[in-house]
């Protein structure tokens, strides 16, 4: 027997066959004997009109209002489900973040959750209920309802799941695990049995829009193991997690690298396209002048991406490169030339169009040249680099947006993760 | 300075623009100098989806989670009113029944109110901050969220009022106020510009749809003066309600008797159509006997509306005539039918295709002759009365549906209520 906590996302969802469907995979654990908590996201569709509500109310509005209506539309899923497992003959009630209490900070619009009471739902799971709580949203200390930011579910289902101390928390959303690349980009790409928290964590901050980052954050910090899986499979096939480590069942397994038996080099290649870069050349280099270039940005509420300082030839001016968004780009320009005394550079310039593909692995720590061998590997392809830069379990590269996919392509076959033909 | 309860009612934010312009009514109010509670239904056509999506999870759902589904329409409303108000300037805050908290017995679908700690909202309104809180919602001793039953905005309401002691509760919905009788049947129905307590419950009962009737109930029993008025109205032209006794301002000011100078014979004239009758002849005469009739269309769910039971011929057997709405008919015939040995009678017949027409009005206490009057004026018209059964202020009769909007017509130009020609 095992204790599990189960989250659902928005197109797990959708409407009220869906949530039947998800309810089925519910169903099985539950008469496998499991303990089961479910998180549940709204219907797909209903935040975004709910949001839609408070910006024609008033595009300024309160962050708190905006939690009490946003909020709603999980309290809706939550409900439905406890309806549809009841009439399935399994005993089961909805929790609104409140209820639990999931308590969360005072930053409406994105908390933090700061303690879950698992109390009263250790209990109820022990007494063979199945609890249905609402994600995204908690309380706050002075009793109002706030939410999580986007995508904020997930990170309810991983608390929820350390609260309550549970074996595993399968994350259910509309693909069934973790690619090595973008299927749509490499029609190679293949399922990923296993994956570890950091490599999950350089993946979803990279573009993999499986989990949310914060998620994944938590459950490294809580030793949280999560399966990443599809509602979309038929809930009444063999769907055992095990713990063999040369699983390849249901899904991914996101766990700590130690669980992990033969580690590859490099798991995945990520893809994030539409990045612009801007070097300012001729920086008087002296302490605090990255300080001033990115504070002037961050003013603008602009957020970069790679940052890349080269040593000056002169040892009295550097040049410094970064990206963004292209959306950001002429924003950004405007933001640096405004930025007036305290940011002195002989001249700016730059461009939109970049793609930065990266690659991703634990393995890296302990094979040199990983590096290297992708430079080859793309200079084969006779793609040219425009920037670098590294850290512990990744390597990135700015490359023009033309190249994009031909490059996560040769990356893919070129550290093996292409899938066999059967 | 006055303390004013605002209820919006469903058409009255049924979406951003109606939310908008029911919060140019609450600022006028609040730039008045008053001190406002506001309190919201869901916008029209929610509470219907809602509803629909839990009879989609299953057709028997439990009423708890139906509530935690169906509350979130309220809520909704209330954040967008909130942002609303503060996007007029006006410092404003949602309040969900369970924040208030507005507490309630548990009877899922259908509570009562039972309590409200209004110290909050109290030392707020001292504030200067509008409160806006859901209608329809509270939550019970369990911590669950409970709902009042389909139209427990009005109720909610005049609870709020009676607990912030307010000097009067404002119900905005659709109407300018309640008519002497429907003007679609009645071209010359005119607005009431004060009616009694006792005289809207009879209005409220018999079928004029303008304020629930345990509203009603509450406000008599709490002594909070009821205004009726149209959200549709020219928030911004002068809307003062006034203590004068000849009073003509906005809507129709519902209060104690006492509080009315002329006291009209008859305030109203309503009708309910689609009414059928059953007659159960030669029913044995003894006690016990109409719980047996009426317990055994209890059991089935059926409510009956008229009763008349006549004295016997004989002494031994009796005869009993009740109405019901026509889609009930077939289903209490059978009832009776099978109601076996504790129910004996000679025959049972009845009909379809009624109509229960009334006329309501505290002047018939004494006024003797009301009902003589009632009936002459009906014959005149070659109208046959089938039924007859009178409280004491109101006459009812059963009449054949054809002619049910020429009574109408007809009691009403009776009685003078008809609006003078301008």
């Known amino acids: 027997m095992a204790r599990i906590v189960m989250k659902f996302g928005g197109t797990s969802v959708a409407d009220i066959d869906r949530i039947r469907h998800a309810a089925r995979h519910v169903k099985r654990e539950f008469e496998a004997g499991h303990e089961v908590c479910v998180v549940v996201s709204a219907m797909a569709g209903v935040t975004n009109q709910l949001v839609a509500y408070c910006q024609s109310a008033a595009p300024l509005h309160d962050a708190r209002e905006y939690d009490a209506v946003v909020s709603t ?91 309550v101390k549970a074996d595993r ?11 090595t690349t973008d299927p749509r980009i490499a029609p190679k790409a293949r399922k990923v049995p296993r994956i570890s928290f950091e490599e999950m964590l350089e993946m979803a901050a990279l573009g993999a829009k499986v989990l949310q980052t914060r998620s994944v954050e938590v459950a490294m910090a809580q030793k ?43 798991s995945g290649v990520t893809l994030v396209k539409s990045e612009a870069k801007i070097t300012l050349r001729g920086v008087e280099d002296h302490p605090g002048v990255a300080a001033a270039v990115f504070g002037a940005l961050a003013k603008e509420q602009i957020v970069v991406d790679m940052i890349v300082q080269n040593v000056s030839d002169d040892g009295l001016t550097t040049d410094i490169t970064f990206t963004l968004p292209d959306s950001e780009y002429e924003k950004a320009i405007k933001a640096l030339d405004n930025a007036g005394d305290e940011l002195s550079y002989q001249s700016i310039s730059g461009s939109k169009g970049g793609a930065k593909v990266s690659v991703v692995g634990v393995g890296m720590r302990s094979h040199a040249g990983v590096a290297s061998s992708m430079f080859k590997a793309l200079a084969d392809k006779g793609i040219n680099i425009q920037l670098i830069t590294t850290s512990e379990i990744k390597t990135s590269v700015l490359i023009d947006e033309e190249y994009a996919e031909l490059a996560v392509r040769a990356l893919h076959t070129y550290y093996g993760l292409d899938r066999k033909e059967a």
């Open 169 to 179: 928390c399968d994350i259910y959303t509309d693909v069934d695990g973790v690619y």
């Open 73 to 163: 539309g999980e309290q809706v899923t939550a409900g439905l489900m406890a309806i549809v497992l009841q009439d399935m003959g399994i005993p089961a009630r909805s929790f609104s973040g409140w209820q639990v209490p999931i308590k969360t900070n005072d930053v409406h619009g994105s908390a933090r959750i700061t303690d879950i009471d698992a109390t009263d739902l250790v209990a109820r799971m022990g007494d063979g209920q199945v609890c249905v709580i609402t994600g995204f949203q908690g309380i706050s200390a002075n009793n109002r309802i706030t939410t999580l930011g986007r995508g904020g579910s997930d990170t309810s289902a991983v608390a929820v799941a350390a609260a």
């Open 224 to 266: 949280v193991r999560l399966v990443v899986r599809s509602s979309f499979d038929d809930p009444d096939a063999d769907q055992v997690v095990s713990d063999d480590p040369f699983y390849n069942g249901p899904g991914t397994i996101v766990c700590d690298e130690d669980e992990i038996m033969e580690k590859q080099i490099v």
